[in-house]
């Protein structure tokens, strides 16, 4: 007899990103990291800056995403979010460039400068360093 899956959508503006069945997914809610097998109740939530990790069998996948809301539905599950990357599509570079932006603003703040907001890039960007990390195991 074969498990049930869960089908997992992510979308971002620009386009379908992930469309798989999976045993198993974990994301950044916006209070924190929650996670969904099959049959999970519903669910309606915001998501948060983080990893999202779905598991086909014994492969873990991992993927950037940055801010949206994510609706778990029977064994649905559908994400949209501002942006969502895979670990291959990173550009490490720019991830520590950005990285460093932020820390310095925020290690410095002016009357310019949205506190929030640089609190938002240093944890997109220490988000997407982590995932690119993972570039071989997915």
Do not use: W
Not at 32 to 57: A, D, K, N, S
Not at 113 to 126: I, Y
């Amino acid at each position: 007899m074969e498990k049930e899956k869960i089908t997992l959508e992510v979308v971002t503006p620009e386009k379908l990103v992930v469309a798989e069945e999976v045993d198993e997914i974990t994301a950044p809610g916006y209070y924190g990291y929650f996670g969904v097998l099959p049959h999970h109740h519903p669910y309606l939530t915001l998501i948060g800056i983080g990893v999202l990790m779905y598991r086909i069998v014994e492969k873990r996948h991992y993927l950037a995403v940055s801010k949206g809301f994510a609706e778990v539905l029977g064994n649905k599950v559908t994400f949209l979010v501002e942006s969502c990357e895979k670990p291959q599509e990173i550009d490490v570079d720019r991830a520590e460039k950005a990285k460093e932006r932020a820390e310095a603003r925020l290690q410095e703040p002016t009357p310019e400068v949205n506190v929030d907001r640089a609190r938002d890039s240093l944890q997109r960007a220490l988000t997407r360093l982590k995932v690119a990390k993972r570039k071989g195991e997915a």
